[in-house]
């Protein structure tokens, strides 16, 4: 173990028991003393993700929580049922850190990188639902001038996600996209960067209030799910944009296959004469989130049998790109922090707080447009 | 048109109406005279394959069938829902051709071809179900010394479609292989192939019957989805062959997902420490049949997020594969036609006999075992 810098912070932890418990709670933790090349940033700003939430809760149900410990140090407990524990076998018993990305300033440097002494910083990596973070300070990304820890803390899952798409859809030869629950912060991220860069973007959002929302935004193609009219509204605009790739948030129900049916009537359309096994375009539908946890179901018929389905996530999707790509999309984020990559959050919460029934209740309901951030040095008792 | 030959033949048709009404019946045609470069063969044996029936009865339903017409002449009927009818525009009232290969003898021969006048040739690509079928020559098999049209009537589709298999693992970065429906003819070309190659298979079965079939042949992993412990039988299997693609004639229910499920529990027994996305290996699973019509289903959680499902359909994949894979598989067809490429028939039957209604409702089936070889020249009145 490294030695201690002297720091104390709190760290919210989940921790699955063997016996099928959950335990959510805060730790006080001595900060290590940083390596050469590390430093320890004092975290003033982390969001709630959805990817954060399958990590903090595994398989366990928030219906039959219990609240207990104190105001200042609650624990939350919730079962397991137990024919979930033989999935995550690897994580029982042992005291998970819990979020992906925050910002913050940097409290202790390094030999090698003491010039980085208090700058402001975004980190990615997991264990940000902190108060101190070490990091290496090559992973971190040194925020622009006045730019405060809230501009910076969601640097990362949602830019990243977004070029990402874009940035696959050009690597898999596609010219337009489609991206469900489309009126996420992520989805009003991509709409910006499509309308920027000229891309076809089919937005499809489940209320008129988003269709709405992203209108606003200059969006040009935008189908309510809910609507009467969906299949032949998504259809026309597939067909308007020759999108043939879409991004799924949603991941349970028909949806997917719907938009790949969708695809395949707007390219029969287009093509002549009668092709027994539909037509010779490639459709394809990555689910990268998990808003409906039911099954996916999909009719083979109306799709033909140039599709594909397939899942996708961050961090080997980046991979695939290359390091030269995720520098250069780092380096879009950076400039555009502050205008394209913007999050807008419901409500700030402090470290405590992210435990209390009605918040927890309120950021796992993965409700579009919802959307907390964790102020960590804030209400310490 | 091409003038006649001075031949007659029969051709059984499939035509569905603009209101809706499937026809089938043996239409009389003038043979055309050859160009060139072209022959008439005359047609002595074509099989009922799976994806013959998809063109023969399109949407219609063959429960509410009426057989009409004489024992010579017969003319089968069938309402087709009208919602079904919009995605197939492009075919209603056309009288539609069935049959996707078969063999016989030339006929007729073009100036540049004559040397084929007399030949044994096997045939690809359409309108076999017929007495004469006019094709370019180029496209033809002649079949070896000693093979006779019965042995040469299923070359293309079953041996080309297991031969595909293999080629797209190679092509994919898979080093073994699942199939579904696999006591079919297929499924045992393709267990010889994989026994001859030395290249692991994992035959999923349903029944014990087939099960005893397949390892009478020499199967090594056999597995009984209808068994109580398929779950745990068919992830040993997948983590002795390490096999991470699947090819799935099923196409409807959970199936698919099951094998996805087992690839990636087989994956996460094999990794070390906890992560929470899952295992990185892709897994791949291709729906190329669809003996299950109804809706395909799947669980996201138990598969991770580096998994993929698409359609599989031979000739697009023989084109990404390249003219000179298919050539030489083309060359190993004809060398094992009689052995490792040897197809097995329920019956034989005629082209009148093909549309009597028990032998339309045996071979719509779908059961895995049964196949009809219709000899057109047969039983002609």
Chains 1, 2 share one sequence.
């Not at 149900?61 to 999935?87: H, I, K, N, Q, Y």
């Not at 009219?229 to 997917?256: I, N, Q, S």
Request: proline share 5%.
């Amino acid at each position: 173990m490294a030695e201690g810098c002297g720091l104390n912070g709190l760290e919210l932890r989940s921790r699955i028991s063997r016996d099928g418990v959950l335990e959510l709670s805060l730790q006080a933790v001595a900060v290590p003393e940083p390596a050469a090349d590390e430093i320890i940033v004092q975290v003033e700003a982390t969001p709630v993700n959805p990817s954060d939430i399958g990590v903090l809760l595994g398989p366990a149900a928030l219906d039959a929580a219990e609240f207990g410990g104190t105001a200042a140090r609650p624990v939350v407990r919730a079962s397991v049922p137990a024919a979930a524990l033989s999935a995550i076998a690897a994580r029982l018993d042992a005291s998970l850190p819990v979020g992906n990305e925050g910002a913050g300033t940097v409290v202790r440097a390094g030999a090698d990188v003491v010039g980085l002494l208090g700058k402001r910083v975004a980190v990615f990596g997991g264990a940000m639902w902190a108060q101190y973070r070490r990091a290496k300070a090559a992973d971190c990304l040194v925020l622009p001038e006045g730019t405060t820890p809230r501009d910076g803390a969601s640097w990362y899952v949602n830019p990243m996600t977004a070029l990402g798409f874009v940035e696959t859809m050009r690597q898999e030869g596609h010219t337009a996209l489609v991206h469900t629950a489309a009126a996420s912060n992520l989805g009003q991220m991509l709409n910006s960067i499509c309308l920027a860069d000229g891309i076809g973007l089919v937005n499809i959002v489940r209320s008129p209030q988003q269709a709405a929302l992203l209108r606003g935004q200059g969006a040009r193609h935008v189908v309510d799910s809910g609507a009467p009219d969906f299949t032949a509204a998504l259809t026309a605009a597939l067909t308007e944009t020759g999108a043939t790739l879409g991004f799924d948030a949603v991941g349970g129900g028909p949806l997917a296959g719907q938009i790949l049916a969708a695809m395949e009537a707007a390219a029969r359309q287009a093509a002549s004469g009668y092709h027994h096994y539909g037509s010779d375009r490639h459709k394809q539908v990555y689910l990268y989130g998990r808003l409906n946890t039911g099954p996916t179901i999909f009719e083979r018929a109306p799709i033909g049998f140039a599709w594909g389905l397939g899942g996708w996530l961050l961090m080997p999707a980046l991979k695939k790109l290359g390091a030269a790509t995720e520098a250069r999309l780092r380096g879009r984020v950076t400039a555009e922090l502050k205008t394209t990559f913007a999050s807008h959050y419901t409500a700030e919460i402090s470290l405590a707080e992210a435990l209390r029934p009605e918040t927890m209740r309120a950021y796992c309901q993965r409700a579009t447009g919802e959307k907390f951030l964790i102020l960590p040095q804030q209400g310490v008792g």
